[in-house]
């Protein structure tokens, strides 16, 4: 059995995605589920200002590459997206087009991932949900923030579930942000493995 619809490349088309970036958190803590056990826990504040884009080419080679070749974690979640669709045996490139600045807390590396798990999808003429792009994402990009979400979520960094869900969008807001240390860089995921008391 070959796999995905037989390989039939005919089925296939040059998937793309993209996605807004976030400018850090509006909540960034833990709460306490009702089994009395701490939970990690955000809820991002999108930024319309960057976006990510991607591209994926499937193909039958079995292989996939990424351009650029630092983007891991992108190349890693369209991996799983074609497992997730039962399509393993697919390769094919994928491309990343990022505005998002790095290390500086605007989420890139998760704005790479969401737009590379929609690519991946769109190259099979298939549509994700907006849960089943966050557990891939947050799969393979360790943590991740939750702007693969059109509304308003409390959620899970590293699991990509949702504690809470209110259902609308965040009202418009204009944020001001101002860079104060230019020179260093933001390592989100050591903020996500802090234990509150």
């Known amino acids: 059995m070959k796999g995905w619809l037989d390989l039939d490349a005919s089925r296939f088309q040059t998937g793309k995605g993209w996605t807004i970036a976030q400018h850090g958190e509006l909540f960034l803590g833990q709460i306490e589920d009702e089994t009395n056990q701490y939970r990690s826990c955000l809820l991002s504040l999108p930024c319309r200002a960057f976006h ?115 259902t609308k969008q965040l009202p418009r807001l204009e944020v001001l942000g101002v860079d104060t240390a230019s020179e260093e860089q933001v390592k989100i995921r050591n903020h996500y493995l802090t234990q509150y008391t």
Do not use: W
């Not at 605007?106 to 792009?133: F, H, K, P």
């Open 52 to 166: 990510s884009k991607a591209t994926f080419r499937p193909d039958t080679s079995g292989v996939l590459q990424v351009n650029p070749s630092g983007k891991c974690r992108a190349q890693k979640v369209a991996e799983l997206t074609l497992v997730h669709l039962k399509a393993r045996d697919i390769g094919g490139e994928l491309s990343i087009e990022s505005e998002v600045p790095e290390t500086r807390g605007y989420g890139s590396s998760t704005a790479d991932c969401v737009a590379a798990a929609i690519a991946t999808a769109d190259s099979l003429r298939v549509n994700l949900t907006q849960e089943q792009l966050a557990r891939l994402v947050a799969n393979a990009d360790i943590v991740s923030g939750s702007l693969m979400f059109r509304r308003a979520v409390l959620f899970e960094p590293r699991r990509g579930g949702v504690l809470e869900d209110y």
